[in-house]
């Protein structure tokens, strides 16, 4: 998992100037368009009608951004991105306790897919980001609230709902319509069905649905992945032994007594420091 939060904040020039709005002349921007004077935007941009940069965002190259998108404060968007029709990227995080006058903001890796009408939220404390990794797919109505963190190659499907400070892996995929707790992990190469309520982690390579019900592994993902046969009969063992037990203390304490492989050793590291939360285990069934 890639630590992006604490990044780039000397990127972000904080500004004393007054947030005059220009309107760029450019075949590439949208005459209707509105930038402010202290947003770096690459010259190969494209810019749909109505759409709002407020503030000191810095666009890399070969980004387009659609119509009636609100890109608003320390934003920085990496190359080739696409920003769907009526985004919000960087507004205030949903905090009764937050104080706006933070600096604060969101940062999107290259060749992200951020489709119609997802909602992005910033950090909620001083010099902290809502983190995007690289060739992500967000598809339409997704939101991400403040500080989220998350990896690479992940799906996230329609109306997903993010809460804050939620860690994200790499390769997930995440089912239209469900919905996650704060604080959170969601591990590498998991995947959850649609309109789930996840209110534990959920371990790496691993499926869950309904209401905090962990399934099995995701065996057709770690496939694709290109997981050897080997490697995938290891990561079954281990999934067994941690998490179809019963006892979670004494399936972690059995399980350090062996040797694992790195891809192993991720299941075993994501048991033993779970979240605030805790961590789905398939004894958690039996509870629900």
């Known amino acids: 998992m890639h630590n992006r939060a604490h990044l780039h904040l000397s990127a972000f020039p904080i500004?004393?100037?007054?947030?005059?709005?220009?309107?760029?002349?450019?075949?590439?921007?949208?005459?209707?368009?509105?930038?402010?004077?202290?947003?770096t935007i690459a010259d190969d941009v494209v810019i749909g009608p109505f759409s709002v940069i407020d503030g000191p965002a810095e666009i890399s190259a070969g980004v387009t951004i659609d119509g009636h998108v609100l890109i608003r404060g320390l934003v920085k968007i990496a190359a080739h991105c696409k920003i769907g029709w009526g985004s919000v990227i960087g507004a205030d995080p949903q905090d009764l306790h937050f104080d706006p006058r933070i600096h604060s903001g969101v940062i999107i890796g290259e060749n992200n897919t951020i489709r119609e009408y997802v909602t992005i939220h910033r950090g909620s404390a001083e010099g902290k980001f809502t983190a995007i990794g690289t060739n992500n797919f967000l598809m339409t109505g997704v939101h991400l609230a403040h500080d989220v963190q998350m990896g690479d190659y992940n799906v996230i499907a329609n109306n997903v709902l993010l809460a804050g400070h939620i860690t994200i892996g790499d390769r997930c995929f995440l089912g239209g319509g469900s919905g996650y707790h704060q604080f959170i992990c969601i591990g590498d190469y998991a995947i959850v069905q649609g309109n789930a309520a996840i209110s534990q982690d959920v371990p790496p390579y691993c499926m869950?649905?309904?209401?905090?019900?962990?399934?099995?592994?995701?065996?057709?993902?770690?496939?694709?992945?290109?997981?050897?046969?080997?490697?995938?009969?290891?990561?079954?063992?281990?999934?067994?032994?941690?998490?179809?037990?019963?006892?979670?203390?004494?399936?972690?304490?059995?399980?350090?007594?062996?040797?694992?492989?790195?891809?192993?050793?991720?299941?075993?590291?994501?048991?033993?420091?779970?979240?605030?939360?805790?961590?789905?285990?398939?004894?958690?069934?039996?509870?629900?």
Do not use: M, Y
């Open 15 to 39: 500004a004393k100037a007054c947030h005059t709005f220009l309107a760029l002349h450019s075949p590439l921007i949208h005459p209707t368009a509105i930038i402010s004077p202290l947003a």
């Open 208 to 288: 869950a649905h309904s209401q905090n019900k962990l399934s099995s592994l995701n065996v057709i993902g770690l496939k694709r992945a290109g997981f050897s046969p080997e490697q995938r009969l290891e990561i079954k063992k281990a999934f067994r032994l941690l998490l179809c037990s019963g006892n979670l203390t004494q399936a972690i304490t059995e399980a350090e007594k062996h040797e694992w492989s790195p891809s192993a050793l991720r299941l075993l590291d994501a048991v033993r420091q779970p979240s605030r939360k805790g961590i789905l285990t398939r004894s958690n069934n039996l509870n629900h």
